[in-house]
T-cell receptor, first 113, second 114 residues
């Protein structure tokens, strides 16, 4: 079993829809959680960075972390065709385990005009 | 503020050759990590350097090596290339201390081994 599980999709939604992307994990030591967006043939772009449990909002994006359930989510409101990309979750235990990030496999999102 | 710069962007090499990839982190960042991305395995951690010292290493053979210079720039070397080494190699830059693991990636070097 992988440390981080993520549905590969593809997830296809109409423009303006609310998108929900999720990851589950097994390592209770993880305390730093990130979401990256990656366009084809580009490097991952950091969207959201959170520490421990709770919510964080940035514009149309909201990240949620539920450490008790080992479950993290990214919500995208008013989705746009330009949001079409692969979304990767990543997590880390922090300084005791160096700064190694463990990634999910990524979810492909397609926002239809 | 300049981002993470990786060079070259594309490389084509022959089996058995060796290759060196370069990464310049964000100014002030002292940690550089390297990842391999393939369609089948996703993003996999290769190694991390902080202040010229390797702090952590992933499960890759010894053909994969790296180093970091005093200005935090890093190089990654792959010797005796195999077809399976074809991948996007990504470099991530972070502060590297204080517990923050916020990491920023470069555009990657796409290596094709023929």
């Amino acid at each position: 079993q992988k440390e981080v599980e993520q549905d590969p999709g593809p997830l296809s939604v109409p423009e303006g829809a609310i998108v929900s992307l999720n990851c589950t994990y097994s390592n209770s030591a993880f305390q730093y959680f990130m979401w990256y967006r990656q366009y084809s043939r580009k490097g991952p772009e950091l969207l959201m960075y959170t520490y421990s449990s709770g919510n964080k909002e940035d514009g149309r994006f909201t990240a949620q972390v539920d450490k008790s359930s080992k479950y993290i989510s990214l919500f995208i409101r008013d989705s746009q065709p330009s949001d079409s990309a692969t979304y990767l979750c990543a997590m880390s235990a922090g300084v005791d385990s160096s700064y190694k990030l463990i990634f999910g496999s990524g979810t492909r999102l397609l926002v239809r005009p | 503020k300049a981002g993470v710069t990786q060079t070259p962007r594309y490389l084509i090499k022959t089996r058995g050759q060796q290759v060196t990839l370069s990464c310049s982190p964000i100014s002030g960042h002292r940690s550089v990590s390297w990842y391999q991305q393939t369609p089948g395995q996703g993003l996999q951690f290769l190694f991390e350097y902080f202040s010229e010292t390797q702090r952590n290493k992933g499960n890759f053979p010894g053909r994969f090596s790296g180093r970091q210079f005093s200005n935090s720039r890093s190089e990654m070397n792959v010797s005796t290339l195999e077809l399976g080494d074809s991948a996007l190699y990504l470099c991530a830059s972070s502060l590297g201390h204080g517990g923050s693991t916020e990491a920023f990636f470069g555009q990657g070097t796409r290596l094709t081994v023929v």
